[in-house]
């Protein structure tokens, strides 16, 4: 049974830290493309950043770049997202992502992703 587990989220100041974490079980995804996404009460499923099978390209959305930053361990098969100066707005529950279709570069799209992790909360105070 697959199963991707986000951890790392919690409760914030503005302008603080966090590093979250998803790791993987049940198959290894070394190959594929792993994302992490985040969706906000009452607002859609939002892109963050993605990172290709190796590690070597990555992408980030909008609201990430210059902030987040994306890697991953494939010995341990797991994905992280440290996030600096976090925000108000970047309060949200955060997900992980797998797209089996994919080696290099992230889609944007969620609708593009196979697997999801249950998501983790990070809350950011002003």
């Known amino acids: 049974q697959v199963q991707l587990v986000e951890s790392g989220g919690g409760l914030v100041q503005a302008g603080g830290s966090l590093r979250l974490s998803c790791a993987a079980s049940?198959?290894?995804?070394?190959?594929?493309?792993m994302a992490w996404f985040r969706q906000a009460a009452g607002k859609e499923r939002e892109f963050v950043a993605g990172?290709?099978?190796?590690?070597?390209?990555?992408k980030y959305g909008d609201s990430a770049k210059g902030r987040f930053t994306i890697s991953r361990d494939k010995a341990k098969n797991a994905v992280y997202l440290q996030m600096n100066n976090l925000k108000p707005e970047d309060t949200a529950g955060y997900y992980c992502?797998?797209?089996?279709?994919?080696?290099?570069?992230?889609?944007?799209?969620?609708?593009?992703?196979?697997?999801w992790g249950q998501g983790t909360q990070v809350t950011v105070s002003s």
């Open positions: 990172i290709s099978w190796s590690g070597g390209i990555t």
């Open positions: 049940g198959r290894t995804f070394s190959s594929y493309v």
């Open positions: 992502a797998v797209d089996e279709s994919r080696h290099f570069y992230a889609a944007v799209e969620d609708r593009d992703y196979d697997y």
